[in-house]
């Protein structure tokens, strides 16, 4: 069937009964060299398909999923700098937290580290001047007892003077004055 139409093709496009002007015969078209053509024209796209276009398009195919693969190795490699980054962050967040945290315990046990020492300071301090108060009092108990002992021991010449000679007026002014002049002298 398809080969009767296509053989009464040209009888329809051409002249009726094969003489007369026709379509084809107007515009200067052989019939023949048209299905010739147009043969030739689909074997050459079927030889196109299956031996250029086919592996053509498997090439690009091969090479749209090596570009794809390639993004998608590229967006992994992206989200794990990326989550190096933000691992390095935190870390670095935590290292400087730790390093404050130590500072601040520095400053902690130097604070408690110089009350300690201006408490042993003053202790120190408060002992010294207790041995130098016990020992002024012992200084000056021993000053008032030495004083007691020479001021008995002036009293006890006087009374000897005293007693050995009697006292007149002019005598008795002498013995002070003598008295006020040793008093001076120690």
Do not use: C
């Amino acid at each position: 069937m398809i080969e009767r139409l296509f053989w009464s093709l040209p009888v329809t496009l051409g002249a009726e009964g094969g003489h007369g002007g026709g379509i084809l015969e107007l515009l200067g078209i052989d019939f023949n060299i048209l299905i010739i053509q147009m043969a030739g024209f689909l074997l050459l796209l079927w030889v196109m398909t299956r031996y250029f276009w086919n592996p053509i398009q498997a090439t690009l195919e091969a090479r749209r999923a090596d570009i794809n693969a390639t993004y998608d190795k590229i967006e992994a490699d992206r989200r794990a700098m990326e989550q190096l980054r933000a691992d390095y962050e935190q870390r670095l967040a935590q290292i400087e937290a730790e390093a404050r945290e130590r500072i601040q315990q520095a400053v902690g046990e130097a604070q408690q580290l110089r009350e300690q020492i201006i408490a042993d300071a003053r202790r120190q301090a408060d002992e010294i001047i207790a041995r130098a108060r016990e020992q002024a009092e012992l200084e000056r108990e021993k000053l008032t007892t030495e004083l007691q002992e020479h001021v008995a021991t002036l009293a006890l010449r006087a009374t000897e003077h005293l007693l050995r000679e009697t006292l007149d007026e002019q005598r008795h002014r002498r013995l002070v004055q003598e008295f006020i002049q040793q008093a001076e002298v120690r």
